[in-house]
């Protein structure tokens, strides 16, 4: 969009601007209340309200009478009257309004500034940024089990798939296991690509649920979800489809194939919460290494 043209205005009421799996770049001015449930990146002007959908991702700076986000926002949040954040919504940069309201769940890496009275149930702090801990080299440890016998092309494809899904979330492997263990099971472990605050890491979770969700309850006729991981999300989600009783699970999420039929699509999502730490903390890597791997035998409970 040019500098010198006017942002397109987008009239009606709870309008759609954006449906999952579409991306717009640029400026939008809306008169009327607006919902948005894709990707945008730009500056957005709402002069009523704006609804964040989970499966949305916004990048940029966004000014409305009154914020409701559900999904993924990276920049400048700005109401004149009320933001509220809810349970899943990851949230960074700046936020700013008179009233503030964050439910438990959500993700807020962001400066939060009140320029009114503060609700009594809301316990943000004034023009307070939100601290994290010592950056540190976290281990993911992965496993991936086929229950039943599978050519061994289909687990090897399997791996690729994980270690290509892993990479585009910000890990590189740290650990090949050579050959399956007595259950049949691969074994390997990540590391993250750069050390990080322990809240990035547990951001990074939420954010492969969500990408491996999306890969598993599309529409065939609507088109792909994009964003971080999506692509390798699908690869995983194909690869994991055509075994036999399957099983992934990369850190706290899971994703199981529990029908019998290669090629079936009963494909299932779980996660559990990291250990929980103070904000200002980071835990050792190696007590969060061994506390997963037990959190992943419990996520596989049942399953054989």
Request: net charge neutral; charged share 25%; aromatic share 2%.
């Amino acid at each position: 969009m040019s500098p010198k043209e006017e942002p397109p205005t987008i009239p009606g009421v709870a309008t759609t601007v954006l449906s999952p799996g579409t991306r717009a770049m640029g400026e939008l001015h809306s008169v009327d209340d607006l919902v948005l449930s894709g990707i945008f990146e730009g500056k957005l002007r709402v002069e009523k309200s704006l609804r964040i959908l989970p499966e949305a991702r916004i990048d940029g700076d966004v000014v409305a009478e009154s914020i409701l986000v559900l999904g993924r926002m990276q920049g400048t949040l700005h109401a004149q009257n009320r933001i509220e954040i809810r349970a899943g919504a990851i949230v960074g940069g700046e936020v700013i309004a008179p009233q503030i309201v964050v439910h438990e769940g959500v993700i807020l890496n962001a400066k939060v500034h009140m320029t009114g009275p503060v609700p009594r149930a809301v316990p943000v702090p004034m023009a307070v940024p939100v601290t994290m801990g010592p950056p540190r080299t976290y281990l993911l440890p992965t496993l991936l089990r086929s229950y039943g016998e599978i050519p061994r092309e289909e687990m090897e494809e399997a791996e690729r798939a994980t270690e290509s899904f892993m990479r585009s979330m910000g890990f590189e492997l740290e650990t090949r296991a050579e050959r399956a263990d007595r259950s049949g099971a691969l074994r390997p472990i990540f590391r993250s690509r750069e050390p990080v605050p322990y809240m990035r890491l547990r951001e990074s979770m939420q954010l492969m649920e969500h990408a491996l969700r999306a890969a598993t309850a599309s529409d065939p006729l609507d088109p792909p979800v994009q964003g971080t991981g999506a692509a390798g999300a699908r690869e995983v989600a194909s690869a994991l489809g055509r075994m036999r009783r399957a099983a992934l699970v990369v850190g706290s999420v899971a994703l199981t194939h529990l029908d019998e039929n290669p090629g079936a699509s009963h494909l299932a999502v779980r996660r559990r919460t990291l250990p929980e730490a103070a904000p200002t903390d980071s835990p050792d890597p190696a007590s969060l290494l061994v506390s997963l791997q037990k959190l992943q035998r419990e996520l596989l409970d049942g399953l054989s």
